[in-house]
């Protein structure tokens, strides 16, 4: 299996934070990919169909938030592609309300029918990833164009609480914006699909999350201390609360595989 990250060509870039490559050949069981809170939208392509959970998926899907842990099971050689975006565009990019995609993601088709229709037919065509990434470039391009502008003060607090997912910094940005804590969480749901809270928790989980991966600890508690958690039982809970397993659960699964 090959799988890396690509950074997004500059006329996306503003919108797309990451894009992530999976190539898998030679498979002989369906291979699955766990998928956990991440705190921003994604647009998913993969070669294959297979099934999101106990559903069948097509090939092209649109996630909004994922707050609860699922699953994509492929089989057979496949290629996967995901498009990371910043945590405020679904509405000015695609026009839908952020809430009504949180846990909740739809075949693109569904969406923009001709478009994406056609997109999908020529990434099933292309002959290299290469040709894919283009692809979708410029279907991304073209949603770019046509957007509304987001909204300054949900694309400020999101930026703010991800680089420091604290209730001390939640509170912090909330003042800044000088808006009521109830006005700021109505703007926020419509636009990310979550309360600011709960973002901030997907963030902090998120950052501690890719600190376990890249192996950045001698103990748990170090993750739990250095991510804002209060101690490493708190941090136990959160992680289980968003993938259904704990931290060690995880490492050795890892290992297995």
């Known amino acids: 299996m090959k799988a ?7 006329k996306i870039a503003a919108h797309v934070d990451r894009i992530l490559v999976i190539e898998n050949t030679a498979i ?30 097509n090939h092209l899907l649109l996630f909004g938030q994922t707050v609860l842990p699922e699953s994509l099971t492929l089989p057979g050689d496949f290629t996967l592609i995901a498009y990371f975006f910043k945590p405020y565009t679904l509405l000015p990019l695609f026009g839908v309300p952020a809430p009504e995609l949180t846990d909740r993601p739809i075949d693109l088709n569904e969406l ?10 020529r990434l099933l065509n292309a002959g290299t990833v290469k040709d894919m990434i283009s692809l979708l470039d410029d279907f991304v391009f073209n949603l770019i164009s046509r957007s509304k502008a987001e909204c300054p003060l949900i694309k400020y607090a999101t930026t703010q609480i991800a680089s ?25 749901e419509k636009s990310v699909g979550i309360s600011p809270n709960l973002y901030r928790r997907v963030c902090q989980f998120n950052a501690a999350f890719t600190q376990l991966n890249n192996r950045g600890h001698h103990k748990l508690s170090d993750i ?25 659960e995880y490492l050795r699964f890892g290992a297995e595989t």
């Open 4 to 10: 890396g990250n690509i950074i997004p060509n500059q």
């Open 28 to 57: 002989t069981t369906p291979f699955i990919l766990p998928l956990y809170a991440n705190g921003v939208p994604t647009i998913l392509f993969k070669s294959v169909k297979g099934k999101l959970g106990k559903h069948n998926s």
């Open 112 to 121: 923009s029918p001709q478009p994406a229709d056609e997109l999908q037919e």
């Open 164 to 188: 420091n997912p604290s209730k001390e910094s939640l509170a912090i940005v909330q003042k800044q914006l000088h808006v009521t804590e109830r006005t700021f969480q109505r703007m926020f």
């Open 224 to 248: 739990a201390f250095q991510q804002g958690y209060a101690d490493q039982s708190h941090y136990i809970r959160a992680f289980r609360e968003f993938t259904n397993i704990t931290p060690t």
